[in-house]
């Protein structure tokens, strides 16, 4: 493999890595400043605001500016403010506004820094003489890799060392990121001007009016997003909620553990046979395997079952998550690319909490199983829409040249 797929696929998995550590570490050192949970759920909220809408505006950023210069800056704006809470708690020491401020500023490179490194694909593959299905199954099968790693390095990590200390770990990683998205030559960044839109409002109604308008678009992103919203579900309440009912907290860990080795695996099957079999065999395949997956988790049986269930839903989620990243980069216009991802991300972002806030309402009035049943058949819902899978032909509808723009530039 040459050096341009190798140094994007290395940035991508310090990024993913130490985003992983962070959203266990972070968490546990907040309660440990603060004292209080209401803190970490404040500083989840805070941060997850900005998030949403740097990933909906700076998509016109990363439209305009070289790709590969917009990746490393989000980067090093990820590592600057992850670096600057040890920095603060060994001056001043930290508090509940340092965490929201700090966290504010990180969400700044999160979600765009994402976007950008997505946005990248399409020339990295193309420069690096490497499929798409390849270099989007490897990317997959990475981020399998850190999310096996990095809550297991996070408790190890917050084990051995001193609160706050943990995170230079993390801050290394996204320096680690940029450092080596450098090694990814200037030229391959270049964006192409393919858009008539001048103003930065009017090229963020574009994006928007292109995503809205294709009914291919409006598909693989409703998929996207509910699937988010059922695994945040399971992983961020359901399953929390069940185990420690069950008094076994720790075989949660073995479950998560199980769906990050069943994505690995998904997502290598589709680097080694994805060019080779017909999309809309794997999207049958990826949407009914993990259907069975989902029943066996909502069933709420035995701990190993959950676990089994939790597998088969990683190693189908593998397979289909795969395939739509595949199709997100071959059939979203490149002129366009930062704002529908940033968009997307975005989305996805806001999901993850609402996910989480939609089930403890759910267990609340309606009990733990009916619950779990009632997300399971969400996915079950939308796995049956997508399944004929016409949609998979249908084109992007591009966004006409907004008309006050034309004007602007005659």
Do not use: C
């Not at 084990?159 to 450092?179: E, H, K, N």
Request: aromatic share 6%.
């Amino acid at each position: 493999m040459r050096l341009i797929p190798v140094a994007y696929l290395g940035s991508y998995l310090m990024s993913v890595l130490g985003n992983s550590v962070a959203a266990v570490a972070l968490p546990l050192i907040v309660l440990q400043t603060t004292g209080s949970a209401l803190s970490a759920g404040a500083v989840a909220a805070a941060t997850a605001v900005p998030a949403v809408l740097a990933g909906l505006f700076m998509g016109v950023v990363i439209d305009r500016v070289n790709r590969r210069t917009s990746s490393v800056v989000t980067d090093l704006v990820s590592a600057g403010a992850v670096a600057a809470l040890p920095v603060v708690d060994h001056v001043t020491g930290l508090s509940l506004g340092w965490f929201v401020l700090l966290g504010a500023i990180g969400a700044f490179g999160d979600v765009p820094g994402m976007t950008a490194r997505e946005a990248l694909l399409p020339a990295i593959a193309r420069h690096g003489d490497l499929s798409v299905e390849r270099l989007v199954g490897a990317r997959e099968a990475l981020g399998a890799i850190a999310l096996l790693v990095g809550p297991a390095a996070a408790g190890l990590l917050m084990a051995l060392l001193d609160g706050s200390t943990v995170l230079w770990i993390t801050a290394v990683t996204s320096l680690l990121a940029a450092l080596t998205t450098l090694l990814v030559p200037h030229a391959v960044g270049r964006v192409e001007k393919g858009s008539a839109v001048s103003s930065s409002w009017a090229q963020v109604r574009e994006g928007w009016h292109t995503l809205l308008a294709s009914r291919f678009l409006v598909v693989l992103t409703g998929l996207t997003l509910v699937s988010v919203f059922v695994l945040g579900a399971f992983q961020g309440l359901v399953l929390p909620v069940y185990f420690t009912a069950e008094d076994q907290p720790g075989r949660l860990g073995l479950v998560l553990t199980a769906l990050a080795a069943g994505l690995l695996l998904g997502s290598g099957a589709y680097v080694a046979a994805g060019p080779r079999v017909r999309r809309r065999t794997w999207l049958l395949t990826g949407l009914l395997g993990s259907v069975v997956g989902f029943g066996v988790m909502a069933a709420l049986g035995s701990w190993w079952l959950v676990l089994v269930g939790a597998f088969v839903v990683g190693v189908f989620s593998g397979l289909f998550s795969s395939l739509l990243g595949v199709l997100t980069v071959e059939r979203v216009p490149d002129a366009l690319r930062g704002r529908i991802t940033g968009t997307q991300n975005a989305l996805v972002t806001a999901v993850g909490p609402l996910a989480i806030v939609v089930a403890a309402v759910l267990v609340e009035y309606v009990g733990l199983r009916e619950a779990a049943m009632l997300v399971a058949a969400v996915w079950v819902l939308a796995a049956l829409a997508a399944a004929p899978g016409r949609w998979l032909e249908l084109p992007v509808t591009p966004a006409p040249a907004l008309q006050e723009d034309q004007h602007a530039q005659r």
